[in-house]
Structure formats: C-alpha cells, structure tokens
C-alpha cells in the first residue's frame, strides 16, 4: 500500500515508532529496540491490518510480510462544514476551519 502509515506498537499499546512507507509500499523503521511488537499499516479508506512480529537482533533487521491486501473502509462523511474567519478587513491573514463528521455505512 503506498503511503500507508506504519506504526509499531508495544505490548503496552503505545506507538515506539511510526513511518510512511514510499510510492511502492516498502518501509524502512530504525533503531527498534529488541522484543515483542504489533506492526500496523494504516491507510485513509482502508481497514487497519495488524501483525505481530519479533525483532531479536536489531542490527540485521528485515521484515518481510509480503503482498498485504487491506480492506476498504465503509465510512463515509455526512459532510463538510468550511468556514472562513477574516481576522481585519485590510490584513492578508485568513484563517479557514474544515469540520468533517464520518457515518458508518
């Protein structure tokens, strides 16, 4: 999945490491201490996918979970709210505010 987000995540459930992966799908995560984690690949539109994975010896790190499929998501926006706020009626600034809210279908 290119430009999913990729998270790994402790046995705590706290992230230790997050990256994006490139136009082709492939990651690169450094400097991941040894031990027991979830690898999770998230991406807009798509359902989480999550594997566990052990890492012992850190320096030769290579994981390989080959193709992975993701499922698309059916959450969808009921819609958009944009609003525009005008600071000074002879300044530049502009400030504009996006507001979504998701339905599951």
């Known amino acids: 999945m290119s430009w999913a987000t990729i998270n790994i995540i402790s046995s705590t459930n706290a992230i230790v490491k997050t990256g994006i992966s490139d136009s082709t799908g492939i990651f690169t995560l450094s400097q991941i201490p040894s031990g027991t984690y979830k690898l999770e690949i998230v991406s807009i539109g798509y359902k989480a996918k999550t594997f566990a994975i052990s890492l012992q010896d850190t320096t030769k790190l290579h994981v390989d979970q080959g193709l ?32 979504s809210t998701s339905r599951s279908g």
């Open 68 to 99: 992975v499929l993701l499922s698309p998501d059916t959450k969808q926006l009921k819609g958009v709210n944009i609003t525009k706020q005008q600071t000074n009626s002879h300044s530049r600034d502009r400030q504009a505010c996006v507001r």
